[in-house]
T-cell receptor, first 112, second 114 residues
Framework: NAGVTQTPKFRVLKTGQSMTLLCAQDMNHEYMYWYRQDPGMGLRLIHYSVGEGTTAKGEVPDGYNVSRLKKQNFLLGLESAAPSQTSVYFC???????????FGPGTRLTVL | GQQVMQIPQYQHVQEGEDFTTYCNSSTTLSNIQWYKQRPGGHPVFLIQLVKSGEVKKQKRLTFQFGEAKKNSSLHITATQTTDVGTYFCAGQEINTGTASKLTFGTGTRLQVTL
């Protein structure tokens, strides 16, 4: 089992460019989450999904969109990147009924 | 919205010394989880506390959940270099539905030197 994987691992964008981050899990987890981690601020929830075809906003959703067309994949999109979106992005997943979240290795995004 | 604060932000200890990090929530929690993140790595689940006043131990690590379910602590006895990393608490508010959204604390970075 690969667990939770994230693509790409690193990316540099220019302001205004768009990109999609992919999260994939092979554990058949129902719930998936996208977080961003900034120095001194812990992890903040961007969007989450409780099942295929459903998504909801988290604490800091502005500037991001998500989609969960397949149960194993959760995509995070940036339509027009801004320097304030420079961060490390983590995806996580978990089983319904169990609270432990399993995290992917992260994507380091720099927006110039 | 809910806020979860941790202190200290950073602690540097010599190997063999004890270490404690404290977590405080602005609201009453349903449960609290602790995660460890090694430098350059991703958060890894350590434990979950659910009951008021609960204490759990994992080898040299002791976790406590406050009576009011608004605070928690992690104590490491006789630190080792393998304990290096950032420790996060993450609280789940009561009545967040089935999503079990977590609010992460700001983290405590532990450095251990020989």
């Amino acid at each position: 089992n690969a667990g939770v994987t994230q693509t790409p691992k690193f990316r540099v964008l220019k302001t205004g460019q768009s990109m999609t981050l992919l999260c994939a899990q092979d554990m058949n987890h129902e719930y998936m989450y996208w977080y961003r981690q900034d120095p001194g601020m812990g992890l903040r929830l961007i969007h989450y999904s409780v099942g295929e075809g459903t998504t909801a906003k988290g604490e800091v959703p502005d500037g991001y969109n998500v989609s969960r067309l397949k149960k194993q994949n959760f995509l995070l999109g940036l339509e027009s990147a801004a320097p304030s979106q420079t961060s490390v992005y983590f995806c996580a997943s978990r089983f319904r009924g169990f609270d432990e979240q399993f995290f992917g290795p992260g994507t380091r995004l720099t927006v110039l | 919205g809910q806020q979860v604060m941790q202190i200290p932000q950073y602690q540097h200890v010599q190997e063999g010394e004890d270490f404690t990090t404290y977590c405080n929530s602005s609201t009453t929690l349903s449960n609290i989880q602790w995660y460890k993140q090694r430098p350059g790595g991703h958060p890894v689940f350590l434990i979950q506390l659910v009951k008021s006043g609960e204490v759990k131990k994992q080898k040299r690590l002791t976790f406590q959940f406050g009576e009011a379910k608004k605070n928690s602590s992690l104590h490491i006895t006789a630190t080792q270099t393998t304990d290096v990393g950032t420790y996060f608490c993450a609280g789940q508010e009561i009545n967040t539905g089935t999503a079990s959204k977590l609010t992460f604390g700001t983290g405590t970075r532990l450095q251990v030197t020989l």
